[in-house]
């Protein structure tokens, strides 16, 4: 079985500082890892995906992630954070082989930005 | 496009009583899942129709959730008798066939409130 940990449940930074949100997974095989946001009233919005190939993917809105297979970890980055990043975000996998199309979710992370 | 439609956004049942969710997906899109979210955990994954057909539903509760896709566009989910563990927030999410991988969209959620 497949499984995703969010380790912290909130995250608080201050506008124009780094931000990790951390993630780490669990699969049978080799992952593909997702990070989705979800804004108030919104909807998810997926960010970043990796499926192969380098271990530092960049996404949407700045941000970027980094896949280490020896950690099973795959945490979200910014180099600096804005007021318009805080939301609620979540990181999900899929087992590379198999049928299944479901992604496994973590639990979320609330993303905090102060001013 | 036109994105992921679920109506409504919100409902306030009593325990006991009958809900019924809807997701329009985007045209075209064959796949079409139903997660949810309970009590700030991680999104759990529900089911999965192709067309018309569940292609995949190990994530259904129990027999009181129904989920169907008739003529293989909107999707209805009900939940018939609405219990207090059911209250949480309920996505839909959509994709092509050849949608390679995480190209989901989602829609922004139902939230369901049991009392």
């Known amino acids: 079985a497949q499984s995703v940990a969010q380790p912290e449940d909130q995250v608080n930074v201050a506008e124009g500082n780094p931000l990790t949100v951390k993630c780490t997974y669990s699969?049978?095989?080799?992952?593909?890892l997702f990070w989705y946001v979800q804004y108030p009233n919104r909807g998810l919005q997926f960010l970043l995906k990796?499926?192969?190939?380098?271990?530092l993917v960049k996404g949407s809105y700045g941000f970027e992630a980094e896949f280490n297979k020896s950690q099973t970890s795959f945490h979200l980055k910014k180099p600096s954070a804005l007021v318009s990043d805080s939301a609620l975000y979540f990181c999900?996998?899929?087992?590379?082989?198999?049928?299944?199309?479901?992604?496994?979710f973590g639990s979320g992370t609330q993303l905090t930005v102060l001013p | 496009e036109a994105g992921v439609t679920q109506f409504p956004s919100h409902s306030v049942i009593e325990k006991g009583q009958t809900v019924t969710l809807r997701c329009d997906p985007i045209?075209?899109?064959?796949?079409l899942y139903w997660y949810r979210r309970v009590m700030g955990k991680e999104i759990k994954f529900l089911l999965h129709?192709?067309?018309?057909?569940?292609?995949?539903e190990s994530g259904m509760p129990n027999n009181r959730f129904l989920a169907e896709r008739t003529g293989g566009t909107y999707s209805t989910l009900k939940v018939q008798p609405a219990e207090l563990e059911d209250s949480g927030v309920y996505f839909c999410?959509?994709?092509?066939?050849?949608?390679?991988?995480?190209?989901?969209?989602f829609g922004s959620g139902t939230r369901l409130t049991v009392v």
């Open positions: 990796y499926i192969t190939g380098d271990n």
């Open positions: 999900a996998v899929r087992a590379f082989s198999g049928s299944a199309r479901q992604l496994t």
């Open positions: 699969v049978s095989g080799n992952p593909y």
């Open positions: 045209s075209g899109h064959d796949n």
């Open positions: 129709f192709v067309k018309e057909s569940k292609q995949d």
């Open positions: 999410a959509s994709s092509r066939s050849n949608e390679g991988v995480g190209g989901y969209t």
